[in-house]
């Protein structure tokens, strides 16, 4: 354990968490909604400071970024918790509960791991991100010593003030936008959509390479006007922030049919009015998957799963075809 930041005392020992949204009043000996930060007689503390439940090199379209370094690996690691309690969680495993294998980790045996393996790139990813706090602060500033670039993979659910102390030291993120229906955020997820909107416009605004990912749930999410709305609120931000819109399969205590894929192939075609680099995820098809040039239509990076085949870009960055700029970090 560690203590926590961003967290005032109270009266009769309980304790404000400031972290994220939820800004729970914590009573002694009872942990917050993230289940990870406790209070023990009116202190704050991290249990999952230091443990590691997954850590894995991966494709870098995985987590999905695909304008960040297109085709190179990134070392990815995780804990568990997680401040959303959303009924179709992936890795439910971990963010819901402590799972039985962990390996614990000190910052300065992470750095030793990540020079080792000579990674270039580091993820934070699998379970959330933001309640891992304090490691994570704890390691970026030891691993942007060595030029090694830091991405997290998030909600997006954190307060202001704990994201600009980290956002000098984050290179690029993917942010979940969970849709653009409050009810669903409240009674599916556990949250509200505003910060994570906050979320993002702070970590652009502060040149952090962005990419969103909406994950498209049958009942629950799937408004098609709804869903405009979010498109138009990204183009809004800029245009040319790449959205990967995914396909829902049944999971943890969600239990309606996969997304229909027709429905996904209008969305795409209906995002593509707003934004730039659209593509959908968990569909395996290379004519979603892959970056075309958004002036001349120009087949730029071809994707199929993760073969990565980068082409018609110059070395400027720009389309051969009719050399547009194009906004990706090689």
């Given at each position: 354990m560690k203590e926590a930041m961003f967290?005032?005392?109270?009266?009769?020992?309980?304790?404000?968490?400031?972290?994220?949204?939820?800004n729970c009043i914590i009573k002694n000996n009872l942990t917050g909604i993230c289940k990870v930060r406790k209070n023990v007689d009116g202190k704050l503390y991290s249990l999952n400071y230091g443990e590691i439940t997954a850590i894995s090199n991966d494709p870098i379209e995985k987590k999905p970024l695909f304008h960040f370094y297109p085709g190179e690996n990134i070392l990815s690691l995780g804990t568990w918790g997680c401040n959303f309690k959303c009924a179709f969680c992936q890795n439910s495993e971990i963010s819901q509960e402590r799972p039985y294998s962990i390996y614990k980790i000190e910052p300065k045996e992470l750095v030793e791991i990540v020079l080792n393996k000579k990674?270039?790139?580091?993820?934070?990813?699998?379970s959330e991100p933001i309640v891992w706090y304090e490691y994570i602060f704890d390691v970026v500033a030891l691993l942007k010593k060595h030029g090694i670039k830091i991405v997290l993979v998030t909600n997006g659910y954190i307060n202001k003030e704990p994201l600009k102390k980290l956002?000098?030291?984050?290179?690029?993120?993917?942010?979940?936008?969970?849709?653009?229906?409050?009810e669903f955020y409240k009674k599916i997820i556990?949250?509200?959509?505003?910060?994570?909107?906050?979320?993002?416009?702070?970590?652009f605004e502060n040149n952090i390479h962005v990419e969103i990912t909406t994950l498209v749930v049958t009942n629950g999410n799937d408004n098609e006007k709804e869903l405009e709305q979010l498109f138009k609120w990204i183009s809004n931000i800029s245009k040319d922030i790449p959205l990967h819109l995914s396909r829902y399969y049944p999971s943890y205590k969600y239990k309606e049919l996969p997304t229909n894929i027709y429905f996904l192939e209008k969305l795409y075609n209906t995002a593509k009015k707003y934004l730039n680099?659209?593509?959908?995820g968990n569909v395996w098809d290379?004519?979603?998957?892959s970056t075309y040039c958004p002036e001349c239509n120009t087949l730029l990076?071809?994707?199929?799963?993760?073969?990565?085949?980068?082409?018609?870009?110059?070395?400027?960055?720009?389309?051969?075809?009719?050399?547009?700029?194009?906004?990706?970090i090689f």
């Open positions: 967290y005032e005392k109270l009266e009769n020992k309980k304790v404000k968490c400031n972290l994220c949204p939820h990674a270039k790139m580091v993820a934070f990813t699998y956002i000098p030291y984050i290179d690029a993120v993917n942010i979940d936008l969970k849709g653009f229906n409050d556990g949250g509200n959509k505003e910060p994570v909107m906050e979320t993002i416009k702070l970590c680099y659209v593509y959908l290379e004519k979603y998957e990076i071809e994707r199929n799963g993760y073969n990565i085949k980068i082409q018609n870009i110059d070395e400027k960055g720009r389309c051969k075809n009719c050399l547009k700029k194009i906004p990706i």
